[in-house]
C-alpha cells in the first residue's frame, strides 16, 4: 500500500497489486482552500494505477460539503472516470453528506454503489 496524502481533511493510498485506490474522507472541508494538494493528489494516485481500476470511497465520517468544495469533488471525479475507473463502491454514514455525493457521481459518471458495510464493499469491487 502506498500513501499518497494524509492529512486532517483526508487520506488517499493506493495498492497497486489490487489496482485500486482508497479514499477517506474526514469531517468538513469548509472550502477549496482546506484541501489545495486533492486534485494534484488524485493526479499522482492515478499515475500509479491502471486502466479499470477501483476505488473504494470511505465517507462515514464525512459531513455535507460546500458548493465550492462539491467543485472540486466534481472535477476529480471527472479525472477519476477519464483515466478509465471500472467500479466505486462508498461507505456512508450521514445520509445529507451521502445524498451530496450521490448528486456529483450522478453528474460524473462514477459508476459507483454505496455501502454500509466495508466487507462488502471489498467484495463487490472484487468481483
Known amino acids: 500500500m502506498i500513501t ?9 493510498k493506493v495498492d497497486i497489486t489490487k489496482n485500486r485506490a482508497f479514499l477517506k474522507i474526514n469531517g468538513f472541508w469548509r472550502n477549496k482552500e482546506d484541501i489545495p494538494g ?3 493528489d488524485w493526479n499522482e494516485a492515478i499515475n500509479k494505477l491502471s486502466k479499470g481500476f477501483t476505488l473504494l470511497t470511505d465517507a462515514t465520517d464525512m459531513t455535507i ?3 465550492d468544495v462539491r467543485d472540486v469533488h466534481s472535477k476529480a471525479q471527472e479525472k477519476i472516470v ?4 471500472k467500479k466505486v463502491a462508498e461507505l456512508h454514514g450521514e445520509n445529507v453528506a451521502s445524498m451530496q455525493l450521490d448528486g456529483v457521481s450522478n453528474e460524473s459518471g ?4 454505496n455501502f454500509n458495510d466495508r ?3 471489498e467484495s463487490w469491487l472484487d468481483s
Open 4 to 12: 499518497i496524502a494524509k492529512n486532517e481533511q483526508y487520506s488517499l
Open 110 to 113: 462514477m459508476p459507483k454503489k
Open 65 to 67: 460539503h460546500p458548493g
Open 38 to 40: 486533492y486534485l494534484q
Open 82 to 85: 477519464k483515466a478509465g475507473v
Open 119 to 121: 466487507t462488502k464493499a
